[in-house]
């Protein structure tokens, strides 16, 4: 079965992601930060990585470099509901020149996030 | 009045500021700054010259009169803050923003003044105004900015539970269940809150200046969409906005700014006793002969916004004075005189024309010419008005986040001043 992990630092929104994803037929892995989040791919590589931006020990931003420089051909879909920008660019748009294949930008819908899903296991 | 009893002269001398010290109407200390700005390099070429002699009649007629000075009359009165001309020795004649203050200088009452000189130079008080409200509108912005980025954050993921858990649980629920229906209009109105934050998040990121090309009906029916949640309920929004308009050069940014500021002067006006708000876009042409009776108006066509309040905007004679927020203490006027000045430079850079109809008591009808981009001038003679939509609705006014300078927060229902 393809498999997702979530790294996000907001519990409710990683459990319910998780909720979705294993609805859909996914076998899910949770990480509450960027560094936990390194550890769960190491020991266990998925299929799909779904990465927030905005958390309190190592960002989105930092993670996701950190993962690509470890295994080059992770997939990684970015998300964040925060709109700061670096220069004029947002979040999202950073972590897509770091190498994330995909952005979402929360708050998001269902279909939209497993639809992207779908499409990076399927790419 | 207040005397400020002693003036700490080593203190003057390293002010970046000029300072001038005047009794009876003639200069008697001007630190180093100061001899700079008057184009004198030493105290004796200046002290015992009037002050008549480098400042603006309208300046030297708002510092209270000797005789009262002398007296020591209007205690309790504060000192004065204008804008002006000043008239160096050298000739050059220089956009400043003056502080005035009694003290006693040697035992003698006088004024002190500070001066501070329009940053780029030049004589333009419109353009130091204008820089002026810039900086004091961006710093706001900046703080309101950081704040509003942290809500937004929070907001998002708070959506992000209700949308997702929402989509979740109406999959348990039957349809022919009341909850469905229930959690649909749950999810709903997360979707409508979501959309208004991205609506508020395309307005505020930062772009850099892009003149260009523009349709300003597009630019306007959107911008509209977002700034109708932030106008109060009892106020009646009237929308006449052509479907199509001649494209004319201007940047995005600089019209969205030059909107909500003519919105939220009309919104001030009419924010105590309501009224009707009338938006108006089309283009338009000015004959020769309208041209000869408008102000300043050449013939041509443009593309028109027109903004009216039913009454308490600006009247013609107040929008064609320089802006001045120094004239005013109070909060609310002040934010006014900068979003006048800031219509004025917007509309002054893109080439434009402000024409300002009608009175304090029948309403103000603020309208604003662009010249049409030469090549298209002559595109749509077809199309003025005739496509134009009318709407009448009462929007329901709610706190909606909007920044702060488009509608205050102490625009509460009440009675009128």
Known sequence: MPSVLVIDDDDQIR??????????GYVVQEARGGEEGLKRYRASPTDV?????????????????????????VRVIAMTGGSDMIGIMNFLDVAKMLGACRTIQKPFELQTLLAAVAAEINA | MEYV????LAFADQLSEAVIVATEGNLRYVNPSGLLLLGAERLEQVTGKPLSRFLDPDMISKLPPWEKLRRREDRGATGAIMTGHLFGLDGRRVAIRLSSLPILWEGVPAYLLVVRQARAGGDNVDQLLLTEAQQVASSKIRTVGMLAAGIIHEANNTLTAVLGYGQLALRLIPADNKAHRHVQQVIASGRKSSELIQQILMFARPSPETRGSLSLHMLANEFLALLRSAIPSWIVVKEEIADITSPIEADPAQMRLLLANLIADAVHAMRRSGGVLHIQ???????????????????????????MDSGGGMDAREMRRPPDPSATTDALDREREMRRSAVLGIVSAHGGTVIVNGSLESGTRVSVFFPVTASCGMQKEESRFSASRSRASAYRGQNSGFPEPLIEESDAVGPRD
């Open chain 1, 49 to 73: 990585v779904l990465m927030d931006i905005l958390m309190p020990d190592q960002d989105g931003l930092e993670s996701i470099l950190a993962l690509r420089q470890e295994f080059p051909s």
């Open chain 2, 281 to 307: 876009l089309h283009d338009e042409d000015v004959s020769t002969d309208q041209a000869a009776s408008d102000d300043g108006l050449p013939a041509g066509r443009y593309v028109c916004l027109r903004v």
């Open chain 1, 15 to 24: 459990r319910m992601i998780r909720e979705a994803l294993e609805q859909a």
């Open chain 2, 5 to 8: 009893p002693l003036f700490p």
